[in-house]
């Protein structure tokens, strides 16, 4: 009897792998669309290379394209953090590939070169070692990349701030703000108002207007403050009387915040002072009272 019902349980899942196979469902468009555009982006890039690829080279490419096909999220996610500190994908992940390879690796290699001098020597410790420390390159390298990521913001924010002062005080001085946006990317110098001189300057010739291409440089960058101030702008409409009113109202907030957050760091930096000045004064009092307390024990008889 068993072995019947296991005979039709067979014969029932021939007859739907046949079924499967005559009638296969239909294709998943969307799919498959991702997954030839990712092969094209993939040939393309593998084809662009003409010079001899190092064997680091090779492995990079390798983990960006594994990447590219099962975790285009992160790349995603990395894309801003590497565009507003200035790095090359390609160049990042070689930087981390090395790190990554020399501290999986170095434990193992010392293990044998300890072993061909002890036989004796346990060899099990090496790979367990190099294991946790290459996952702790990985995750200690996206922290320094999203820290540095971070900063350039906070410093690119500020620039935006000083910026849109500027164009503030153009626009109440009789400026239009056509004339006023470039004017006053002039002034300021540094990268973020390089940037922002570039994006202002371009926008003409890529046919869109000054506010998309700020807005743009905000998504590039991930930075909310640009994409706000696009969103502010469309409302207006290209009002000359409100896009005025928009740009003060938001130079005055962003004034606001930069003030807020300079006063923040300042009662961080006085609380840091007076933290370590009444370290400071413990340490100086245990010095001058070290040499007394002592004498005091040795008259007392006590054993120093």
């Known amino acids: 009897m068993t072995a019947v019902i296991g005979l039709g349980i067979l014969l029932g899942l021939g007859l739907l792998q046949l079924r499967w196979l005559a009638f296969p469902p239909p294709p998943d468009l969307v799919t498959e669309i991702d997954r030839w ?6 040939a393309g890039r593998r ?3 003409d010079a001899p690829v190092s064997p680091l080279g090779r492995t990079t490419r390798w983990v960006s394209e594994t990447l590219r096909a099962h975790r285009p999220e992160f790349l995603d996610t990395l894309a801003p953090d590497l565009a507003i500190t200035g790095r090359d994908l390609q160049a990042w992940l070689a930087r981390v590939v090395t790190t990554t390879a020399a501290l999986a690796l170095g434990p193992t290699a010392l293990m044998l070169l300890r072993r061909a001098a002890d036989p ?4 099990q410790w090496g790979p367990l070692l190099g294991l946790g420390l290459g996952i702790a390159a990985i995750v200690l390298s996206v922290k ?4 540095e990521a971070r900063r350039r913001r906070e410093e690119f924010t500020r620039a935006l701030s000083i910026y849109l002062d500027l164009v503030a005080m153009s626009m109440e001085a009789g400026q239009g703000h056509a004339q006023a946006l470039p004017a006053a990317a002039q002034i300021g110098t540094g990268r973020a108002f390089t940037d922002l001189r570039t994006a202002i300057e371009l926008a003409p010739s890529r046919g869109i207007t000054p506010w998309e291409a700020l807005g743009q440089l905000g998504q590039r960058y991930r930075i909310p403050e640009l994409l706000t101030l696009r969103s502010s702008i469309e409302l207006a409409q290209d009002d000359g009387a409100r896009v005025k009113e928009s740009l003060i109202a938001r130079a005055t907030t962003m004034r606001a915040v930069r003030l807020t957050a300079a006063v923040e760091r300042a009662n961080k930096a006085t609380q840091s002072m007076t933290q370590l000045n009444v370290v400071a004064a413990l340490l100086a009092g245990c010095y001058l009272a070290g040499p007394y307390i002592l004498a005091l024990r040795t008259a007392a008889g006590a054993p120093g």
């Not at 555009?37 to 993939?42: A, D, H, L, N, Y």
């Not at 320094?144 to 820290?147: C, E, R, W």
């Open 120 to 123: 004796e020597t346990s060899l």
């Open 47 to 49: 084809a662009s290379t």
């Open 37 to 42: 555009r990712r092969g094209r982006e993939r």
């Open 144 to 147: 320094d990349l999203q820290a």
